[in-house]
Each structure stands twice: as structure tokens, then as C-alpha cells.
């Protein structure tokens, strides 16, 4: 088989993307999605996988699907925009927190201390891209006469244990951290790896030979709201 | 009006208990607010309450402040309207928090590059300056009403803290300090409620309320709607009712917040109509709401017709009644809820993003949104507390000195 027909896969090629960039410390690493919005068929199996992943509850939804309509009968067409949290390097919902519960970390990725939050959803009217969403507490089993065990199963949000018992992040904003407590075990996102036609890219931008940093110089390389001057760590491809 | 107050605030308080037990037991899954309209009846009732607070206040500085004499009987009253409301707006935005036992959070790790984070402070010094205000406008009449019998003489003589001379000496030493206070208050009392219209004007992801003009509404509309409320408070409880002094100061009041009310419209004609020409879709958005959306009936029928048409008749022809004077005030007051209201539901109530309302769905992924019957409930409950802290205050302390009962 001639070379040029011989390609690396594409999810292995990112592994060892985000396990080169590990190596480095926190603050020289920037972590970068690029979605490919010509791939992506509208599937909903990234949303699905990050529900499952954070053991999302009702009501909450890191990675919705936006589904937008282009043209008028006979000439129309479908596009379809997953929307993870934009981990915007200029993020409008961390200045505007009384109590310093979220953050931009030094790796790109904008956290929330659940232990902090007061849940005054402030940072939500902030944000312009709708990514955060206010945890009341529902449960799936609502009104079935049995709560089901696998509600009350701990999610591993930020790298360690939250029971779905009275406390955090019942209560608390929430929002997609790029499957923070993957990456920082060499894992790729969850709706990375889940997605069936490869529209997800990832990988540290500070690493020139990392795919996304080849990727974001592309002229069909696109970000939601530029004009807001958010700077988001999320390309399109359009 | 004096003898229902009681009752309708006692049925409003213990009706209220079932918003606030359900509160208490069924968290924030009972309301309709949630993540697309994160904030809905108790920020609106928030920001209801603290307006008409920082409106009395500023009213009563007419007293203590810039000396109009007139005013001087129904001083206390303004300053206690003002501290009754300041109560239940806290009240109102403690419930709504996600972890209200962790509002003290607020104090011990307060970020002062977020408004809210300075709300937090401002509330808490007007809160105390409000206080010490009262206190030392009711000094000298407290310790003249601690000769009294009973639990009212008692109260008044502990609140004296001691302090119980009723000479005019005394008298004029207490208005001197309350002549600082106000001082001091005029400013706080414009930091706190502009900065709480600052909390909402520096958020550029919602254009409806990125604007220069939000912390100005904001503190006109107090002064509207707690002037008005005070102008009722101070016609049904202010003293010697009746008497041409009363009739003189209800009448001044009333053109007062006519004045205010045309001023806060004009602010609100301003915003609405240079939005609405430039017709910026992420501008007028929320305004096509207020003005033609489902609720349209909120802003044309109970802010225009009911807050601002009825009680500008009522005071051009009858301004010198005390009667309708004081429905003019209660109409503006009352009414005032909607256009909280209409400032923060509209600016949420809009898609960020293109798809996002069908995208997923779920409890509070919803960009329609109308109270829950919990949120009316403790609504309606916090409405109670400012009233029997009212009516409380007004029985046991010297809130009116009534030497020359007329009526």
C-alpha cells in the first residue's frame, strides 16, 4: 500500500496528543475542541455520552445538539452545532461570581468549586452561549414509587467523588469542564471518543504539532459570538 | 383601610407558609425558573423590594436631610416602610439562592469585581445605617413613650438603650446626627440600588440590559414606586388624618411621585424607542416580548393603564383627596411589580442560540416562563412579612407622634 494511503487513526493520534501535552505543567497546555459541523449528522450521541458520563440529572445538558434550518422550500439544508462550554479565554461568567466559586484555570478549562457556588445562577445570565445550567435537584425516578440506585451513583466531576445525596451539585450551576477528570487521566472527552463520524477534534493549541492547532488555522475555522470577545477554546469548521 | 391591614396580612402570611413550606421541603424543583430563565419572581421581587426601600429612604432625607418641615411628622414612617421592604427583599433573594446556607459566602469571600459581590456589602451597611437612623429619629419619643404602661412602655424604654433625655437640647443633638446619617444614606442608598441596576446593566451577553440607562431606571423607578408606596403608607398612618396639615402633606407627596413616575416613563420611552428603531434583533427581542408577546397584557395593561395612566388622572384631578392621592400611590406601588418584572424575565426569555429551545429538553430548559404556584406562594409570604413588620412597628413604637389627634 502506497504511504500516503496509510493514515493513524484519528482517536489514537489524539491520545498521544493530550499525553504529550500532560507531560507538560498545567499552565503551558491549552486545551482545544474543534468541531466539524460538516461531519456531524445530528446524532445526539455526544450529548447522550456526557449525560451518561457526568451522570447528568434532568434538567441539565452540558452538549445540546443545535439543530438550524438554512434556506427556504425546495432549497434547504440542515446544520447541525453540538455546543459544549466554550471554556472562553475570556470567560463573562467568571468576573461576575460574588464569591470566586468559578474560574479560568491555567489550562484553559473554566471550572466551578461546587463546595462554593451559592447557586445565584448570576454566571448564567452572563454567559452567551447559554452553556451553563442550574442543578434543582430533580431525579429521573420523580414520581415512580422507588428512587432507582443508579440515580443516587456519584458522578467524578472535577476528579473526585459527588454522591447524588442532598448536598453539591444539587443546587449548584453546572457546566461541561472538557471531561476534565479524563483528560487529566490521558482520556479524551467523552463526546470525543463517542462520536460515530469523527466530527470532534481535541488537543492541547500550544502543541503546533497537535491536530487541533493544524485544524483552528483553517480559513473555514469559525467561533460562536467573535463580536462579544469572548475568545472560546471551541472552533467550528464550517 | 387601617383595620384590614391586619387581617389581610395575617392571611397573606399564613397562606404564604405553604410557599415557604414547600419551599423548605421540595427545594427549587417546585419553580419554574431554572436554566434557560435562571431568574424569575423573587429576583423581580428582589429588586421590587429593595427599589421601594432605597425610595422611601431617599424621601426621608426631604426630612433629615434637605430640612422641609412639612414632611417632618411622617419622617419615621418613610424610614420604616423603608426598613420593613429592605427585610423582605432579603427574604425573597436568600430563598432563591441554590444554597442559601451558604449565603455568608457572600461575606467572607466576596469578589468585588462582581456587582453582586458589592451588593452584598452595600445591603448590609444600608441595612445598619438604616437602623441607627430610625433610632435616633425615635429616640427622644421613645423615651417619652417609655412612661407608658405595659409592653409598649417597656419596649420603648429598652430601645432607649439608656438614653433617655427628652430635652430639646437633647432633641436637636439627635437631629444634627441624623443630618449626617442622611448624608451618608443619600449616597449608600444610590450605590446599593444603582449597583443593583449596575448588577444587571454590566451583563453584555443580555443587550436589553447592557445598557447605560439600567442603573438610572433603576433608582428612578425606586423613587417612583417607594415614594408612592409611602404616600400611602403615609395617608392611611401618617399622623392627625384629617387635618389640613395631613391633607398638605399627602397632596405635596402625590406631585412628588407624579413627577418621578413621568420621569421613569421617560426613561423607559427612551430605552424601548432607540432599540426598537435600530431594530438589532438581539436588542428588541426582549422588548417584542414585553411589548407583543404573551404577556403583553403585563406592560399595556397593569404597568401603562393601572401604574401609570389611572394614578397620573387621579392626582391631575383629584390631587388634593387624600383618598385618591393615596390609591394613585398604592396603584403605582402595587403595579410596580410588573415592570421588575419585565426587566429581568424578557431579557432571558430569549434564545442565545439559534436551536437551543429544541436542542434538549428537561425541567428548566424552557424559554417560556411563568411563575410556579411555590413561587406566588413565597411570594405573597414575603409580601406578609414587610406588612406585619409594618403594622407591628406602627403599634409598638413612636412611628407618628399624634399629640393633636384630629381624627
Redesign the interface.
Known amino acids: 500500500m502506497p504511504d500516503i494511503l496509510i493514515q493513524e487513526n484519528l482517536m489514537v493520534r489524539m491520545q498521544e496528543d493530550i499525553k504529550r501535552a500532560l507531560q507538560k505543567p498545567e499552565a503551558q497546555r491549552h486545551w482545544v475542541m474543534v468541531i466539524d459541523t460538516r461531519k456531524c449528522v445530528g446524532c445526539n450521541a455526544c ?1 447522550v455520552s456526557c449525560v451518561a458520563e457526568n451522570k447528568l440529572p ?4 452540558y452538549r ?5 434550518e438554512i434556506g427556504t422550500y425546495p432549497n434547504v439544508g440542515k446544520r447541525f ?1 453540538p ?1 459544549p462550554c466554550m471554556q472562553c479565554d475570556n470567560p ?1 461568567c467568571v ?6 466559586a468559578t474560574w479560568k484555570r491555567d489550562d484553559g478549562i473554566v471550572a466551578i468549586d461546587y463546595e ?7 454566571c ?7 452553556a ?7 431525579t429521573y425516578s ?1 414520581g415512580t414509587p422507588e428512587q432507582m440506585q443508579y440515580e443516587l451513583e456519584p458522578n467524578f466531576e472535577y476528579g473526585r467523588e459527588w454522591p447524588r445525596d442532598e448536598g ?1 451539585p ?4 453546572r457546566k461541561c469542564h472538557f471531561c476534565l477528570h479524563r483528560l487529566n487521566e490521558g482520556e479524551l472527552p467523552a463526546c470525543v471518543t463517542t462520536c460515530i463520524g469523527m466530527a470532534n477534534y481535541f488537543g492541547d493549541v500550544n502543541d503546533s504539532d497537535s491536530i487541533v492547532a493544524a485544524l483552528i488555522a483553517s480559513p473555514n475555522a469559525i467561533r ?1 459570538k467573535e463580536e ?1 470577545g469572548t475568545e472560546p477554546s471551541v472552533y467550528y469548521l464550517v | 383601610m387601617k383595620k384590614l391591614a391586619w387581617p389581610v396580612a395575617i392571611i397573606l402570611f399564613l397562606v404564604g407558609l405553604v410557599g415557604v413550606y414547600q419551599r423548605l421541603t421540595l ?3 417546585g ?1 419554574n425558573y ?3 430563565v ?2 424569575g419572581l423573587w429576583v423581580a421581587a428582589y429588586i421590587y423590594f429593595i427599589g421601594l426601600s432605597a425610595g422611601a429612604f431617599l424621601l426621608s432625607a426631604l426630612v433629615y436631610v434637605f430640612q422641609i418641615k412639612l414632611l417632618k411628622p411622617v419622617g419615621k414612617l418613610a424610614l420604616f416602610t423603608a426598613l420593613s421592604t429592605l427585610v423582605a427583599a432579603m427574604f425573597s433573594i436568600w430563598m ?4 442559601p446556607e ?2 455568608w ?2 461575606i467572607f ?3 468585588f ?5 458589592w ?2 456589602w452595600l445591603y448590609s451597611a444600608y441595612f445598619v445605617l438604616l437602623l441607627v437612623e430610625l433610632w435616633f429619629a425615635m429616640r427622644r419619643d421613645m423615651a417619652v413613650c417609655a412612661d407608658e404602661p405595659g409592653f409598649k412602655g417597656k419596649l420603648c424604654s429598652f430601645l432607649t438603650f439608656g438614653k433617655k433625655d427628652v430635652s430639646d437640647a437633647s432633641a436637636q443633638k439627635d437631629m444634627k446626627t441624623l443630618r449626617i446619617l442622611g448624608s451618608v444614606g443619600i449616597p449608600l442608598a444610590i450605590a446599593f440600588h444603582g449597583g443593583v441596576g449596575a ?1 444587571f446593566g ?5 443587550p436589553y440590559w447592557n445598557s447605560g440607562i439600567t442603573p438610572i431606571a433603576f433608582l428612578i423607578g425606586a423613587l417612583a414606586s417607594g415614594g408612592a408606596l409611602f404616600t400611602f403608607v403615609a395617608a392611611f398612618w401618617g399622623p392627625n388624618r384629617g387635618s389640613e396639615q395631613h391633607k398638605q402633606i399627602i397632596s405635596f407627596l402625590g406631585k412628588i411621585v407624579i413627577g418621578l413616575l413621568l420621569f421613569d416613563l421617560l426613561l423607559e420611552w427612551a430605552e424601548y424607542s432607540t432599540s426598537l428603531y435600530a431594530a438589532i434583533p438581539a436588542h428588541t427581542e426582549g422588548l417584542n416580548l414585553i411589548l407583543f408577546g404573551n404577556y403583553w397584557w403585563v406592560f399595556w395593561i397593569i404597568h401603562l393603564l393601572l401604574g401609570a395612566v389611572v394614578p397620573i388622572l387621579l392626582i391631575i384631578f383629584a390631587g388634593k383627596n387624600i383618598n385618591a392621592v393615596a390609591t394613585a400611590g398604592a396603584l403605582i406601588a402595587v403595579t410596580f411589580l410588573s415592570v421588575r418584572l419585565n426587566i429581568v424575565i424578557p ?2 426569555a430569549v ?6 429551545k ?3 429538553t ?4 424552557s424559554f417560556s416562563y411563568f411563575p410556579s404556584s411555590m413561587e406566588w406562594l413565597f411570594f405573597l409570604w414575603t409580601v406578609s412579612v414587610a406588612g406585619l413588620i409594618f403594622l407591628l412597628g406602627y403599634s409598638l413604637l413612636p412611628l407618628v407622634s399624634q399629640k393633636k389627634e384630629v381624627a
Not at chain 1, 468576573?95 to 470566586?100: A, G, K, L
Not at chain 1, 451553563?132 to 430533580?138: A, E, I, K
Not at chain 2, 434564545?351 to 437551543?356: D, H, Q, S
Open positions: 450529548t434532568p434538567g441539565i445538558v445540546p445538539v443545535l439543530e438550524q452545532m455546543r463573562p468576573p461576575v461570581c460574588p464569591v470566586n462554593a457556588c451559592i447557586g445565584c445562577r448570576y448564567i445570565t452572563a454567559c452567551p452561549y447559554s451553563r445550567t442550574f442543578d434543582t435537584g430533580h420523580e453539591s444539587i443546587g449548584n450551576v460562536l462579544m | 427545594g427549587h424543583t419553580a431554572g436554566s434557560y435562571p431568574w432563591d439562592l441554590g444554597h451558604r449565603a459566602e457572600m469571600r466576596t469578589n469585581g462582581s456587582m453582586m459581590g451588593m452584598i448588577l454590566v451583563v453584555g451577553a443580555r431579557a432571558l434564545e442565545e442560540l439559534e436551536g437551543l429544541n436542542a434538549f428537561g425541567p428548566g430548559l
